[in-house]
Each structure stands twice: as structure tokens, then as C-alpha cells.
């Protein structure tokens, strides 16, 4: 009997048993294609603001809260949200060490980040790098003279103009990092610093005073 003289259950038994395989391998393929079209054409989320956490290691569950709770406080979603990247360091590995100083270099000339939160010493060198800007480009003089009132703020000398001037804001009573345990068992006290990227000034600004507000 002929495939043309089959039943059209015997022809569908037929083509099953002889061409399964190259059938599983077509919607293999389409399946992948679809996935791969999909994954190039959604939509991707717009980085609000980067902020990075140095040298201190946080987990993902820390990362993830903070991003929720900065993206409610802004009134953000997942399609706009700020991005928190973590550059932390291992003390028995100087090979992912400087993996890390290196990611850390890219992000930060790539311009995904914003701003930056790391302990004192850390925070003089990016000043004395000119990674961070002064604080008075981004700070009302009010809100200066409020966290100077309280002993909160970092001076350096400008490298630019060699005057001193406050370049970040210590962390001590940011209630978002301390609700997460961010900076909270460090020995040495943590500040938050403004890197100047053109076109997120308002961004970082309001990022910023997110982080720096208190519940006290």
C-alpha cells in the first residue's frame, strides 16, 4: 500500500514514526528563534540612576530591597528603575580583586553610575581621582549647611582648584541603608558621593536625597 492509499490516521503514524525527530528539531529551532527575537526586542529597563555599593558585600536579597524601596520612594517601576551594583572585595583572592577594580573602572566610565556609596579612605581616592564632583553642584547651600550642622559631611581638597570643599555625605543616619544592613558592621564610616554624569543631574539629586533621608 502506497503513503497516498493510507488512512489519514495511518499517514499522521506514519510521518510520526519516520520524522519525529527532525520534527522535535523544527520547533526546537522555532522555540530558540522566538526566544532570541523576544529577548532583542523587549523593551529594556532604563537605568534611572546606578548607584554602587563599595567594598562592602551585600547579598542579592540586600540589593533587591534597596531597588524596591528607592524605585517606590521615586515612584519608579522596573521599566525605569535605579540599578544598584555591588564592587566588593576578597582579601585572600587579589586575582578577582582586581577583576573587581576593573569592573568597577568600567561601570564607572561607562557612565552607568551615579552614585557612589564606600567607606571613607576609599571615598578620599575617588576624590583625589576626580570620579565624584563637589557636593555644592548638586546640594542646595540649606541642605549643606543642615548635614554640616550634624558633622555629616566628607571635606576634601579639590584637586581641581585645591580649595576644600564637602564632596559626600556620611551615611550614619540613612534610614534606607541602615533598614538593610549596608555599611552598619563597618569599622570605618561610610559616605555617599555624586558622580557628574551630564543629563542625570535631577536624577541624582533625587536619588540622592532618598538615601540621605532619616527617620529621626
Not at 562592602?56 to 533587591?64: A, K, L, N, R
Not at 559631611?153 to 581641581?160: G, N, S
Not at 555617599?192 to 533625587?206: H, L, M, Q
Request: charged residues 25%.
Amino acid at each position: 500500500m502506497t503513503f497516498k492509499e493510507l488512512s489519514f490516521k495511518k499517514k499522521l503514524e506514519h510521518i510520526w514514526e519516520y520524522y519525529k525527530v527532525p520534527i522535535f528539531g523544527i520547533i526546537f529551532v522555532i522555540a530558540a528563534g522566538c526566544s532570541a527575537a523576544y529577548a532583542i526586542l523587549k523593551p529594556k529597563p532604563v537605568n534611572y540612576a546606578g548607584i554602587a555599593v563599595f567594598r562592602e558585600h551585600i547579598s542579592q536579597e540586600q540589593t533587591d530591597a534597596l531597588t524596591d524601596e528607592l524605585n517606590l520612594a521615586l515612584g519608579l517601576d522596573d521599566m525605569n528603575t535605579v540599578t544598584v551594583t555591588n564592587f566588593f572585595f576578597d582579601e585572600t583572592d587579589p586575582v578577582f580583586n582586581v577583576d573587581m577594580e576593573q569592573k568597577f573602572v568600567t561601570f564607572l566610565f561607562s557612565l552607568q553610575l551615579n552614585l557612589i556609596s564606600a567607606p571613607k579612605s576609599d571615598m578620599e581616592v575617588f576624590v583625589q581621582s576626580e570620579y565624584v564632583a563637589p557636593l555644592g553642584d548638586y546640594c542646595t547651600q540649606e541642605e549643606l549647611d543642615a548635614f554640616d550642622k550634624k558633622g555629616m559631611l566628607l571635606y576634601c581638597t579639590d584637586p581641581q582648584d585645591n580649595e576644600e570643599k564637602p564632596f559626600a555625605v556620611y551615611l550614619n543616619d540613612s534610614s534606607v541603608y541602615r533598614k538593610n544592613n549596608i555599611f552598619t558592621s563597618s569599622e570605618e564610616p561610610a559616605c555617599i558621593a555624586v558622580v557628574p554624569v551630564a543629563g542625570f543631574e535631577e536624577n541624582s539629586k533625587a536619588a540622592l536625597r532618598q538615601i540621605l533621608k532619616s527617620d529621626a
